[in-house]
């Protein structure tokens, strides 16, 4: 059967608008950073779960079968939805099926289509004074369906989890098209094994999640948040075992920010610094639906300053404050977008370990390439650093800098090994890491990857070769 045949049986299923190709296809298949440009054989943009039954029933029966790669926003930064040479792929872009159906806010539940934006879910339950609070730089464009696909954390993962923790039940449209309704709303239902964890952080691989059952909490009322700079890395660390201990629950976020991230984000979108220049900054949030005891946090500050801990601090007084000082961690990646081409890693490691860390890296990068400017951040309270490179001193463009990738990454990824981190905290595997997998898993769980692939996809239609090499 030719392409051109499928293609023409697509328009059984799909109204012609929802077909996308040539150059209305260019922006799906175009990634968020420039890496991946291949063209599939068609966008389709479908409107229901049954449209989406259909699309894979038909891609199955192709001979050799068509490969169907799902997409919410495109926001992914490990090419998850890039489409490979030698395998014609439908990528199936979800932005269309995009409706709230339910917000229960006594079993404080919400079910949407995968589509809803993380905004759009943000500003449907404004009305209701609850929150979901998974809360990324990317939330105008990124999907439920993506971040239910990609495990995704952000900045409120210390109080609230990933999206893992906040995930009741799925609806999922699998590898042959048919419809397994988990649209559980329960929070205890112990009956056997738990399937919804098998299709959230598969990116894709096993089947595409049409439909969501979320938790909900209270919006907390009261929230003040710190802008605090430290002489080295190990302060920062020790702000945040202060902070933790003292705050515990009202901490909802600690966000770790290098100099050279804090810089890049003034110059690049020409912000006036909030804090003197230092080496080290942290951003801290706490928040609460009970009032918040301002003045203990103002006496904690206080006493890590009269302890040398902390060499400056600003309190945010009102909202405004509080949004320019988050704006500024929020900027990074963009600001960085900005200077060109950079490389990403995005690392965890455990706390305690994060200085020893960061200093054997940044010693052995500094060596090979004198220097170098790693621009660092991340939700240091998870462990989750954002290892980047941006070009420096070292490099005249980006394009220098991207020939160096293969070592760069060689010497972080030797170092996350042998401070037992991981490779991949919150952004996934996809394409871009899929060749580390095996060197940082066992052969025995390899086999088991391998074993739930085979089982849910037998035919390796869904997102072929991702993950697993
Ligand atoms: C500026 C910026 C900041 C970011 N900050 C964070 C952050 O703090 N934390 C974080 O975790 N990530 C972050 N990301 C990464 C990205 O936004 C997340 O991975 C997000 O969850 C991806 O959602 P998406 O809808 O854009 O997915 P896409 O990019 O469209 O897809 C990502 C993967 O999920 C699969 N997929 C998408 N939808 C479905 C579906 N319905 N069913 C099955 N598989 C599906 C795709 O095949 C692909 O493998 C950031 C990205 C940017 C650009």
């Not at 002489?231 to 702000?239: M, Q, V």
């Not at 009202?250 to 909030?274: G, K, M, R």
């Not at 301002?294 to 890590?304: M, Q, R, T």
């Not at 004198?370 to 463009?397: C, K, Y």
Request: net charge negative; proline share 5%.
């Amino acid at each position: 059967m030719t392409h051109s045949l499928f293609i023409t049986q697509l328009a059984d299923i799909f109204a012609a608008h929802q077909i996308k190709t040539n150059d209305a296809a260019r922006p799906y298949h175009t990634d968020e950073r420039n890496r991946y440009h291949l063209a599939p054989l068609a966008v389709v943009l479908p409107h229901s779960t049954a449209q989406i039954s259909r699309l894979i029933t038909l891609c199955a029966a192709q001979n050799p079968p068509v490969a169907v790669i799902a997409q919410g926003g495109n926001t992914g930064l490990v090419g998850g939805c890039a489409v490979l040479p030698d395998c014609p792929s439908i990528l199936l872009n979800l932005s269309q099926l995009n409706r709230v159906i339910e917000i229960d806010p006594l079993n404080q539940t919400a079910t949407v289509d995968a589509g809803v934006t993380l905004q759009a879910l943000h500003d449907a339950l404004k009305p209701y004074q609850l929150i979901f609070p998974l809360t990324l730089a990317s939330q105008n464009a990124a999907t439920i369906g993506g971040n239910l696909a990609t495990n995704a954390g952000g900045t409120q993962v210390l109080r609230y989890g990933s999206m893992r923790d906040l995930c009741l039940g799925l609806e999922v449209v699998l590898a042959d098209g048919s419809v397994w309704d988990g649209l559980n709303t329960l929070r205890k239902n112990n009956t056997g094994y738990d399937l919804k964890h098998v299709f959230i952080g598969a990116e894709g691989t096993l089947g595409v999640i049409t439909r969501a059952v979320l938790k909900l909490f209270p919006a907390p009322l009261h929230r003040t948040c710190a802008l605090v700079a430290c002489n080295d890395l190990k302060s920062i660390l020790d702000t945040f075992r202060t902070i933790k201990s003292q705050f515990d629950q009202q901490l909802t976020a600690f966000e770790y920010i290098s100099a050279n991230a804090f810089d890049l984000v003034c110059t690049q979108f020409d912000i006036t610094p909030p804090l003197e220049p230092a080496p080290e900054y942290a951003l801290i949030e706490l928040a609460s639906s009970l009032p918040l005891n301002n003045d203990a946090f103002e006496a904690a500050l206080d006493a890590l300053s009269h302890a040398n801990v902390l060499q400056n601090a600003a309190i945010a007084h009102n909202e405004q404050q509080s949004t320019q000082f988050w704006r500024i961690r929020e900027l990074i990646s963009a600001a960085q977008k900005k200077l060109g081409k950079n490389i990403k890693h995005d690392i965890s490691l455990p706390i305690s370990s994060i200085n020893a860390f960061c200093s054997a890296t940044y010693a052995a990068l500094q060596q090979a390439y004198p220097m170098i400017e790693p621009t660092v951040f991340g939700h240091i309270g998870d462990g989750n650093l954002h290892f980047n490179v941006s070009r420096g001193g070292a490099f005249a463009d980006a394009d220098g800098l991207m020939a160096c990738e293969p070592q760069i990454n060689a010497t972080v990824y030797r170092f996350v090994a042998q401070f037992h981190g991981s490779i991949s905290a919150e952004h996934g595997i996809g394409l871009l890491k899929r060749d580390l997998l095996p060197t940082v898993k066992s052969d025995v769980e390899l086999r088991l990857m391998r074993d739930i692939k085979q089982q849910f996809d037998p035919q390796n239609i869904m997102n072929p070769h991702k993950i697993l090499p």
